[in-house]
């Protein structure tokens, strides 16, 4: 499903990635984990072609990224969920307006889109609050709602980075729970996280980076 | 997502956008329409400027001279001579006494000086103009040069020298007025473009969250592409609209110099109007396609 070889990645000078190759197959949960700096965002961004590699190649369900055009890529990532830290949620547009909008790019007809919307928040907890405002929400619901909207195109990997970062120990709970049973709908999900109490106790594959390079 | 759709999300987009940007929106529209505005009085005064040349070249007169002792006849065939040159039309006759009358009424007190004359020196003369009034000094000179030729007149007169520096005159308003006017262009879509790059770097995270859910790129720019349009048309109508009071407010619509009228004060036509639309048109559209291609790295 996803495929890294020999991937580094640098700024400027400075390498944020060093010959990283990491292979994660269709329908696992992998963790990302790591200090600060290690390169965990660096790494997902360019799984999602936010980034393009320094050296290396990378495979996203058989399609190399490096020989993609922007278009393609356009429609690739329309089978990649994004989760952020900071949700990236747009203020002035409601809940439902929200999780609407990564439906409506791909040209879904708006009872469709307005179908699955409404699924998707009932399954998140957040039917209630279809026409509320972001900023009327709490963290973990802000949260909740960028999970449902990068859940509507039903992609073939989720990818988050420090989804909890801002979030009490309860609700991560709650998101955690909201992550596994989307990986056991069948979608790949890679979470990059610092969080050690996420991974402790986990069962699942963690892939440990420091100073760019890969230690599992 | 069928055409119509499309083009449905997109303007319900842009409406709403605007809506929900009102201040930012206003800003850059009066940005627009102060530039236009400033671009539609150079308009206005060249379009005054070239309606006061056409209308003093079309007041241009020919004086055609007679030789003296001239019957019907003879006058006849000078007349036919005039009216064959194109656009020429006689203003009037002016006969021996009459031209004299004239000469003694200019010098006033001093008429007596003319009075005393035991014959009248002054020709009889015909006052030609043309009607399409658009001669050049060239064609002045051939029909000077022709009328000359016809028998009976004696000589054929008109301002030269005066003609020659409003052609100068002209021409080099002409040039000036397409440097400053292309000069004018570049500052206004220069302005427009910085106005409008500010009113979308405010929106950043938005094109930014499009480009992450998979939006392409024509999808994220057309919204943006039609509030420029949008906020350009309804520039050009302020800008016309604040003209247009300006130039009602002006009452003295002639200029008048030493008691005669120099030129009338005209505004716009239509095809002037259309200018300015469709320039604030363009400059709404294509700022906001500068602006925006600067926010399209992800």
């Known amino acids: 499903m996803i495929q890294l070889f020999r991937v580094s990645k640098y700024f400027g000078a400075k390498a944020a990635l060093k010959e990283v190759s990491v292979r994660i197959r269709k329908g696992e949960f992998v963790f990302v984990t790591g200090p600060s700096g290690a390169g965990k965002t660096t790494l997902l961004r360019l799984m999602f072609g936010a980034e393009q590699p320094t050296e290396g190649q990378i495979l996203i369900n058989g399609i190399n990224l490096s020989r993609v055009g922007r278009s393609k890529l356009d429609f690739l990532r329309r089978k990649i969920g994004f989760v952020f830290q900071d949700f990236k949620l747009l203020h002035r547009r409601t809940v439902l307006q929200n999780v609407a909008l990564a439906s409506e790019v791909t040209g879904e007809k708006w009872t469709t889109t307005r179908k699955k919307t409404h699924q998707l928040l009932r399954a998140v907890g957040l039917a209630a609050k279809e026409q509320a405002y972001p900023l009327e929400l709490s963290g973990g619901e802000q949260q909740r709602v960028a999970i449902a909207r990068a859940m509507i195109n039903d992609p073939l990997i989720l990818l988050a980075d420090e989804p909890t970062g801002n979030l009490d120990p309860e609700i991560t709970r709650d998101i955690m729970i909201l992550f596994r049973s989307i990986n056991l709908r069948g979608t790949t999900v890679v979470i990059a996280t610092h969080n050690k109490e996420l991974l402790r106790n986990t069962d699942q594959r963690i892939v440990f980076l420091q100073n760019g390079v890969i230690h599992e | ?298």
């Open chain 2, 1 to 298: 997502m069928g055409k119509l759709r499309l083009w449905l999300y997109y303007f319900k987009h842009a409406f709403s956008s605007i809506l929900g940007n009102r201040l930012i929106y206003l800003i850059s529209t009066g940005t627009i329409s102060i530039s236009l505005l400033l671009f539609g009085t150079f308009v206005l005064i060249s379009a005054n400027f070239s309606n006061w040349v056409q209308s003093w070249e079309k007041s241009l007169s020919l004086s055609v001279y007679l030789e003296n002792g001239m019957d019907d006849q003879q006058k006849e065939e000078v007349e036919k001579a005039i009216q064959r040159l194109p656009g020429a039309q006689i203003k009037e006759f002016i006969s021996k006494d009459r031209a004299m009358r004239d000469l003694a009424e200019t010098l006033g007190s001093q008429a007596g000086f003319v009075e005393g004359l035991s014959k009248n020196p002054l020709p009889a003369s015909y006052e030609v103009v043309f009607r399409n009034g658009d001669l050049s000094r060239e064609e002045l000179k051939q029909i000077k040069a022709s009328l000359e030729k016809v028998e009976g007149v004696e000589e054929v007169q008109y301002s030269e020298q005066w003609l020659e520096q409003v052609e100068g005159f002209v021409h080099i308003t002409r040039i000036l007025g397409l440097v400053v006017g292309g000069l004018l262009c570049v500052a206004v879509l220069f302005i427009v473009t910085n106005t409008i790059k500010l009113a979308i770097y405010s929106r950043r995270d938005e094109i930014e969250i499009y480009k992450l859910v998979g939006a392409t790129d024509w999808f994220v720019k057309t919204p943006f592409l039609i509030e420029g349009a949008i906020q350009g048309i309804l520039g050009a109508g302020v800008a016309l609209s604040v003209l247009y009071m300006a130039y009602s407010l002006f009452t003295v619509r002639t200029i008048q110099l030493f008691g005669l009228p120099v030129m009338d004060v005209i505004f716009l036509n239509t095809w002037q109007h259309a200018l300015i639309v469709f320039l604030g048109l363009v400059l709404g559209l294509l700022g906001s396609f500068v602006a925006i291609g600067r926010f399209f790295r992800f």
